[in-house]
């Protein structure tokens, strides 16, 4: 009886076993209809929700085209795109010479929308928007204001009752474009930011507390008194946060919207490079908010199949026309006009 | 042509068909090859997990060499990398979480194993394996909404006022910290330690409860002096597994321990753990240097993980010879 039972359990153990494998070798014929063409891309996680909308779009007007997107990060996207095995990825932050010599192909960049970051805090009895100065955030990132109520914060808020509490810094533990661009404009504004700190994703933060994720900087902001941190525009616009002025190089204390952060990439246009490889935190226009940033589509220069070739030039033609009305709905800053103009001509480097 | 030949072909090997078929009906032999399997597939995963962290981190391991244990330094901008703020974060936000886990877990296996009514010890138990469940971004959450805000306003000044002589309770409370990580982790693996317990001490025979009460033993007395250490071994066992998932928590533990990499003795200072600095940076590191000492970190947890497991097992070896004669 026992001895049945054993060997009727391993004769079942053994079918199921047959099934999943049959099933796991069956499984790739039910991927997508043959004709559709089939894009994969990998990069930042900033642009997800309108590079999904976008891709979604561009399948309704053209269903033999689809396309893919994994927003595993900035890093992963510039990795991926070096190794080939994607037809293209995305990043916050452009890539550096030496990347660019790794990648078996070179690589063009595609300014797709504008980010900003902007400082988010909590201070009891404060619900005006503060102004600040980069000097003053960097040295408050540095450690060296501590104060609410240090003379550098007050002479720039007369009228604010500044208390005399300790700043709480709290920065992103993880990883991160948003971080990139906050020390990359620490780092302008600051020789001593530049040269004890430096410009990355992942710096080592002289103070402060570290929250993973906007949502997890934002839950210790909104949880910690005397805390000062930094998040995308658009989480703080969606989340309602209360967030100040900075005063941008032409002396105005700029607050951030789309309409500024747009502003912020035209006044750079005239000097961008080529490639389109450029900062544009600590612009010179008037109306521009100090701390911007393109997010980027890496392409490949040389695309060997020409279906796929003619399929990404003309999603990038779409994406900087038609593409772009979409981006402020999505509360993305869209790229100013002579940024387009150039881009349109650079879709023809692509081989 | 060749008829007769294949007959006997035939007939030779039909007669082996049913003599393996006869061999195998009693099952041994598949049943031995098929668990064998099973044992030396998760030996060769563990091996490859080993040697894929090994060969990619060759860059540090050159670089640093035995000096990324001790390097208190972590700045991906200018490539020094050095483990020891994530080591010390890691074994004392588990040292921690093991300390309060323990006596509370252990002390509820006792109550629903030994004290409370049995409706009541099969409802609890359920509700205890269902907190086993719960994914660890709930307890993160947790613990950031009410336990930071709680630590904040309320414990950490009370042990500041109290305890502050020591430099355990000393420096600026933000509510998140070291004590946030223990406590959050400590939370995460009393279910563990309850569920185990409950069973190892419900496997004590009856037969030992017996004898003691029935040598003038009162119910304390035979359940602290009788049942406990005829269970330690299982208790213990259920500790290593709490500890090991205090190790490799990420989640929970970022979310709240306040990710900076700096020794600190005051529990009220954030910290950092190794698997909590992997998960954040790995996804956005650029650098092959940085990206390899993210992995370099993984094998650290991993040589941790053996070394406390070691350690712990001498431990059990040391306190055991009670349990060993009662078997």
């Known amino acids: 009886m026992k001895l049945k039972t054993s060997i009727t359990s391993i004769a079942l153990g053994l079918v199921m076993v047959a099934l999943g494998v049959c099933a796991f070798i069956e499984s790739p014929s039910a991927a997508p209809a043959p004709s559709a063409l089939l894009l994969n891309g990998t990069g930042a996680t900033f642009p997800y929700i309108i590079y999904s909308k976008w891709f979604t779009e561009y399948n309704r007007i053209h269903p033999d085209i689809q396309i893919n997107y994994n927003s595993l990060g900035s890093g992963a996207g510039i990795r991926q795109l070096q190794a080939g095995t994607v037809d293209f990825g995305a990043s916050d932050v452009p890539m550096t010479d030496d990347q660019l010599h790794q990648a078996k192909v070179p690589a063009l960049h595609f300014p797709t929308v504008l980010g900003a970051v902007v400082a988010t805090y909590n201070i009891e009895g404060v619900s005006q928007e503060l102004n600040f100065t980069g000097e003053a955030l960097a040295d408050i990132f540095l450690g060296k204001i501590t104060k609410w109520n240090d003379p550098a914060l007050a002479a720039i808020n007369k009228g604010v009752n500044l208390p005399n509490t300790d700043i709480v810094v709290v920065h992103r533990s993880d990883g991160s474009g948003t971080s990139f661009v906050w020390t990359d404009y620490l780092s302008k504004v600051s020789k001593e930011w530049e040269t004890k700190v430096g410009r990355n994703a992942s710096v080592n933060w002289p103070v402060g507390l570290g929250g993973k994720g906007s949502e997890g900087v934002t839950g210790l902001v909104k949880q910690t008194p005397g805390a000062l941190g930094y998040v995308e525009l658009t989480y703080a616009i969606q989340n309602q946060l209360l967030y100040g002025r900075v005063k941008n190089s032409a002396g105005v204390f700029q607050k951030a919207d789309l309409a500024a952060v747009t502003a912020a990439a035209a006044s750079e246009a005239k000097k961008m490079p080529a490639d389109f490889r450029v900062s544009i935190t600590d612009p010179s226009g008037k109306a521009a908010y100090p701390i911007c940033t393109f997010t980027y589509m890496l392409i490949p220069a040389k695309i060997d199949d020409p279906a796929k070739k003619k399929a990404i030039k003309d999603f990038l033609h779409w994406m900087l026309t038609d593409g772009q009305n979409d981006a402020e709905g999505l509360l993305y800053a869209k790229l100013p006009k002579d940024v387009v103009a150039r881009e349109l001509k650079a879709i023809g480097q692509i081989n | ?327």
Do not use: C
């Open chain 2, 1 to 327: 042509m060749a008829s007769a030949p294949i007959t006997a072909d035939g007939a030779r090997f039909s007669r082996r068909v049913e003599k393996f078929i006869k061999h195998l009906r009693h099952g041994d032999e598949v049943a031995h090859l098929i668990t064998l399997l099973a044992a030396a597939s998760i030996i060769v995963v563990t091996v490859m997990v080993v040697y894929q962290l090994y060969v990619n981190s060759a860059m540090p391991r050159h670089k640093f060499g035995f000096e990324f244990f001790t390097g208190r330094t972590w700045d991906p901008v200018s490539g020094d990398f050095g483990a020891l703020p994530f080591i010390y974060g890691t074994v004392v936000s588990s040292a921690l979480a093991l300390l309060v886990a323990v006596p509370l877990g252990v002390g509820a296996a006792i109550f629903l194993s030994e004290l409370a009514p049995t409706g009541i010890s099969n409802y609890l138990t359920f509700i205890i394996e269902l907190l086993a469940a719960v994914p660890s971004v709930i307890y993160g959450l947790l613990g950031i909404f009410v336990l930071v805000p709680v630590l904040r306003k309320s414990v950490e000044p009370f042990l500041k006022s109290t305890l502050g002589f020591l430099p355990l309770f000393q420096g600026p409370m933000y509510g998140v910290g070291m004590l946030a990580g223990g406590l959050v982790l400590a939370l995460m693996i009393v279910p563990f330690i309850i569920s185990v317990s409950r069973e190892v001490l419900m496997a004590v025979p009856v037969e030992q409860r017996e004898a003691a009460l029935g040598l003038g033993a009162t119910k304390w007395e035979s359940t602290w002096q009788v049942v406990v250490p005829f269970a330690r071994v299982g208790i213990m066992a259920s500790v290593f597994l709490a500890l090991a998932r205090a190790l490799g928590e990420t989640m929970a533990v970022t979310m709240v321990i306040g990710n900076n990499p700096r020794i600190n003795p005051s529990l009220f200072a954030p910290a950092y753990s190794i698997a909590a600095v992997i998960a954040n940076e790995f996804t956005e590191a650029t650098g092959d240097l940085h990206l390899q000492a993210l992995i370099e970190l993984g094998l650290v947890l991993f040589l941790l993980t053996i070394l406390l497991n070691g350690l712990a097992r001498l431990v059990i070896i040391a306190t055991t010879q009670k349990g060993a004669q009662g078997q």
